[in-house]
């Protein structure tokens, strides 16, 4: 597979993407975000110890809400513009070409490694 795959002459990548409907996109955002429970598991088990006994809970607690939210528009921001700025660069048949060599030997490398591997008795 990692010698097919390094000879492969690479396909164009399709023309610039639909636009994506914004409504349908935060929607379906918001929905991973509120059903995948990493971030409620890193509130309950980081964000209490910063909480402070002597003074009121609520603004404390919505200070650390709005700043986590803050941090994670942030970050999608950044992977949004990171990967437009990704995908023009890969439209180039040369980087795409270089792409399939270096994955082709990743793999080839992969399956060498795999062929001499010593297993314990």
Same mark, same amino acid.
């Given at each position: 597979m990692?010698? $097919? @795959? !390094? $000879?492969?002459?690479?396909q164009p990548?399709? #023309?610039? +993407?639909a636009p994506a409907d914004g409504a349908r996109a935060f929607r379906d955002g918001f929905l991973v975000t509120v059903f995948n429970p990493k971030g409620l598991l890193?509130? *309950? #088990?980081? *964000?209490?110890?910063? !909480? $402070? +006994?002597?003074l009121a809970y609520l603004?404390?607690?919505a200070t650390f809400v709005?700043?986590?939210? @803050? @941090?994670? !528009? /942030?970050?999608g921001v950044a992977y949004a513009l990171g990967a437009d700025a990704l995908r023009r660069v890969i439209a180039?048949?040369? *980087? /795409? $070409?270089?792409i399939n060599r270096a994955s082709g030997t990743a793999i080839a490398g992969a399956g060498l490694a795999a062929l001499f591997a010593r297993r314990p008795a």
């Open positions: 990692g010698w $097919r @795959l !390094i $000879r492969s002459e690479p990548l399709a #023309a610039d +993407p890193f509130f *309950v #088990a980081f *964000v209490p110890q910063f !909480i $402070r +006994p002597d603004p404390q607690a709005a700043l986590f939210t @803050l @941090l994670g !528009i /942030l970050n180039d048949m040369g *980087v /795409l $070409r270089w």
